[in-house]
């Protein structure tokens, strides 16, 4: 008896142990499904272009992780992997750009295969050299691909890719659109809506205008353009000059502009040095719009660092304030200012284009990979080359030598394809925001207002004759009950940029009813 219930013990333990089996296979399938995959992101950690705080692509890629990662990670094979974030300073500022060259290395020894960014030009030219001499150990399916977010520089692309496929080919540029169309937003603008519609009215048909930027090698060919080939037939470039970096004192140049009777002075500005120039602006009441390219007028803290003088600036930008572009860019910029902010009273951190581009990065290569399905870098890249893939703001696909694929420039935007935007700083509900004003013609789009020590009557003058008359009324009658994107809409007669041409456009008009300029054109 004994030893039959000693034969039932080991039977019965026998059971257990092979319905354990399964249990057993079925946890290490489960634990095997779960990857980590390690994806390198530098940038310059002494500027805003970084920081979360300040709006930077750190902020972009710990969002995106966290969203892509609590939505079950990326799935290769059947596997799913969540990201994880190595990073790494570029050391912009100062500039060194050997320490660029040892961080990016820092970031391949660490074991990542896919680095998203690179800020400043110089650095990113070391970081692709890391990358290439890593890559050139290696065979083709481990190469390490590098997207570039914040470099705008032509020549990082076009002297790479575009001549050199079989040395560069895991190279990509997911930010900002190159310099050229870069430039092209900016000329779009002013030639296709501010001169020929404000500004040539206003001064008898021709503008004459300046061009001021940053002494940097990226801007000679802004510069240059603007001297030799001007802004068309309505413009007529007199005065042009480069502030060493560093300048705090630019009323000399404001002075020499003014005095050629600049009415438009465009600008190109990646340094803080801006922040002097647009006080000093609008201290000086100076006669001319500022225009252009003003990268640290882009972030949340404009406003504060230039005593609020910053109204009426226009510059190139992502987005303005939660523009409503996707309702996925309207999801990010709340969650951006959710979960970034410095300690009070600095206010929430509204992202810039650096941290745009970070986060579409991440959207790129997981449809990349997922696609592909494989980390074969051979395949994941013919995969980039022809994958179409919704981002932040528009769609984004890659050109056939892997920089930013940007169609369209002007005034319009009928493609819907990743471009930049001009955005004006203006005073709505007694705080400074950026306002969308080219494209023109997208639902939040908002029309440009010159400065009132420029014109005074610029808001109510609709149609730009130097008289507020029943023609104006006529106009925003035309115009009444519209919205953006009713077919009778007109963005000039919305005079309090609500959206919605009323009886409150109609009020404003007519408290100046009957007034003129006091001389026109105005000299």
Request: glycine share 10%.
């Amino acid at each position: 008896m004994e030893e039959e219930r000693k034969m039932n013990k080991k039977i019965v333990l026998i059971l257990i142990s092979l319905l354990c089996i399964p249990m057993v296979a079925f946890s290490v399938r489960f634990t095997s499904a779960t990857g980590t995959l390690k994806v390198g992101v530098i940038g310059p950690y002494s500027l805003p272009q970084w920081h979360n705080y300040l709006g930077g692509m750190q902020g972009g890629a710990q969002l995106a992780m966290m969203d892509i990662n609590a939505a079950g990670g990326i799935n290769v094979g059947g596997t799913s992997y969540n990201i994880e974030l190595v990073m790494e300073d570029e050391h912009a500022m100062p500039l060194d750009e050997d320490a660029a060259y040892t961080a990016t290395m820092n970031l391949l020894t660490a074991g990542c295969k896919y680095i998203i960014g690179g800020f400043r030009t110089e650095c990113v030219w070391k970081i692709i050299e890391a990358v290439k001499d890593w890559n050139s150990g290696l065979p083709d399916e481990d190469k390490v691909i590098l997207f570039i977010n914040g470099a705008s520089t032509d020549e990082l692309i076009s002297t790479t890719v575009k001549t050199d496929y079989s040395t560069y080919w895991w190279l990509f540029r997911i930010n900002p659109i190159n310099s050229t169309m870069l430039f092209k937003n900016m000329l779009g603008y002013l030639q296709g809506y501010l001169i020929p519609y404000k500004l040539a009215p206003m001064y008898g048909g021709k503008v004459k205008f300046g061009c001021l930027v940053e002494d940097l090698s990226w801007t000679v060919g802004i510069s240059q353009y603007m001297k030799y080939y001007g802004l068309g037939p309505q413009a007529t470039y007199v005065y042009g000059a480069r502030s060493p970096p560093g300048t705090t004192d630019f009323t000399p140049f404001l002075n020499a502009a003014a005095a050629n009777n600049t009415r438009l002075l465009t600008i190109a500005y990646t340094l803080p040095d801006a922040g002097y120039l647009i006080n000093q602006w609008r201290a000086g009441s100076y006669p001319f719009m500022i225009v252009g390219i003003d990268v640290f007028g882009q972030t949340h803290l404009w406003p504060s660092q230039t005593g609020g003088k910053c109204e009426y600036e226009v510059l190139e930008d992502f987005s303005g304030t939660r523009t409503p572009i996707t309702p996925e860019a309207v999801k990010f910029w709340d969650h951006f200012v959710g979960n970034f902010s410095a300690p009070p009273p600095t206010p929430s951190a509204w992202p810039i284009y650096t941290a745009w581009g970070a986060y579409n990065g991440f959207l790129i290569l997981k449809k990349a990979l997922e696609t592909a399905d494989t980390f074969d870098s051979t395949t994941v890249v013919s995969v980039l080359e022809a994958q179409e893939t919704p981002l932040l703001n528009g769609k984004g696909k890659f050109t056939s030598t892997h920089d930013v694929y940007s169609l369209t420039y002007g005034p319009t935007w009928p493609d819907g394809y990743t471009r930049a935007m001009m955005v004006q700083w203006v005073t709505l509900g007694g705080e400074l925001i950026k306002q969308v004003a080219c494209p023109t013609d997208q639902l939040y789009s908002r029309k440009t207002l010159i400065p009132p020590w420029m014109y005074e009557l610029a808001a109510v003058d609709i149609n730009f004759d130097g008289n507020v008359d029943i023609f104006d009324i006529v106009t925003v009658g035309l115009a009444f009950g519209a919205n953006p994107g009713d077919p009778n809409w007109n963005i000039e007669a919305d005079v309090n940029l609500d959206g919605t041409v009323d009886i409150f456009d109609i009020v404003s008009i007519a408290l100046s009813f009957g007034l003129s300029a006091p001389e026109w054109p105005l000299p």
